[in-house]
């Protein structure tokens, strides 16, 4: 369970999780040719839930004092497992997901993707040692690895199959990844923050210079309330321009009440927010309204599957 909780094992079910709706609730159900096999898809999430591990085990062994200081029940390094120890997992995991990459990437015939594997590891340590206490770079680099999650699909199980004859359709999937990309980016990096408002008390101690140290608490609440709208805007005109537009009537449906409404929620409770338990709650919310939203493509194909065949 040490183990477990070390490499945040629920965030990784999530990632995969969504990893597999792309491809089964979305990909597999166009007629399109993919480059993966079931199986080899299967290890492309591997790696990705691999490195992601990775990222959780050295930003938590480089992160010991301010999370003795944040959450000293939570801290596992130094206290369950050796800081040696910790070490070595995070050099195997490392490891199995750069070599999976490898063979990914020889796979599809494009050995130089292997390079991506590479510099996702390469930018987790460097979050992890540096970047973490820079001024919003360390939430925007968090926001986008997590959005390239998405985006790695289309990479690794689209590209390679792109011919004259299928390139408009392929490119208007890839679209479509990027759209959700985007969302996960917003939704990722906002959360980001919220988190630093949660650790802000231990941060500080630390001297880091995260958002809410700089500006306060308060006003990084009010930034927070306010970014909270931008994903929201442009899902409503999203909705009214692709769902509303194609009598994707349950779809909408599931769009408002799941994303957002729960977003508007968000955007209204964190601007008063003041204790660490409503910060919490709400890094909570946002995870909940990122994991809905990707579902959401899955619910995207089923509804025009359904209008389809009437």
Do not use: C
């Not at 050295?58 to 390094?77: A, E, G, H, L, R």
């Not at 929620?265 to 809905?292: C, D, G, M, N, Q």
């Amino acid at each position: 369970m040490n183990f477990l909780k070390l490499i945040r094992y629920q965030n990784l079910l999530m990632l995969a999780f969504m990893q597999l709706i792309f491809r089964y609730g979305f990909l597999k159900l166009q007629n399109v040719p993919l480059a993966l096999t079931e199986w080899q898809y299967v290890l492309l999430v591997l790696s990705t839930v691999l490195l992601a591990a990775a990222g959780y085990v050295i930003n938590d062994i480089f992160d010991q004092d301010t999370d003795n200081d944040n959450k000293p029940k939570d801290v596992i390094i130094g206290k369950k497992i050796t800081e040696a120890k910790a070490y070595n997992i995070y050099a195997a995991l490392n490891v199995a997901g750069v070599g999976i990459g490898f063979y990914l990437s020889n796979v599809i015939s494009k050995p130089g993707f292997a390079a991506i594997f590479i510099l996702i590891a390469a930018t987790l340590y460097i979050y992890a040692t540096s970047l973490k206490q820079m001024l919003i770079l360390g939430n925007i680099i968090v926001a986008l690895l997590l959005s390239f999650s998405v985006i790695i699909i289309g990479i690794f199980d689209l590209y390679p199959v792109v011919d004259q004859v299928n390139q408009p359709i392929m490119a208007n999937l890839f679209s479509i990844l990027l759209d959700f990309a985007l969302f996960a980016f917003m939704i990722n990096f906002i959360r980001e923050i919220v988190k630093d408002l949660e650790d802000i008390e231990g941060d500080s101690n630390q001297g880091m210079k995260t958002l809410p140290i700089v500006l306060g608490m308060h006003n990084t609440s009010k930034l927070a309330s306010i970014l909270g709208l931008i994903p929201m805007a442009f899902l409503l005109v999203y909705i009214n321009n692709y769902f509303v537009a194609n009598d994707l009537i349950v779809t909408t449906i599931y769009a408002f009440a799941f994303v957002v409404a729960p977003l508007l929620y968000f955007s209204v409770k964190v601007w008063p927010a003041k204790t660490k338990k409503e910060f919490r709650k709400l890094s909570l919310l946002l995870k909940w309204i990122l994991f809905f939203g990707i579902i959401s493509i899955a619910i995207i194909t089923l509804n025009i599957k359904y209008n389809a065949s009437k």
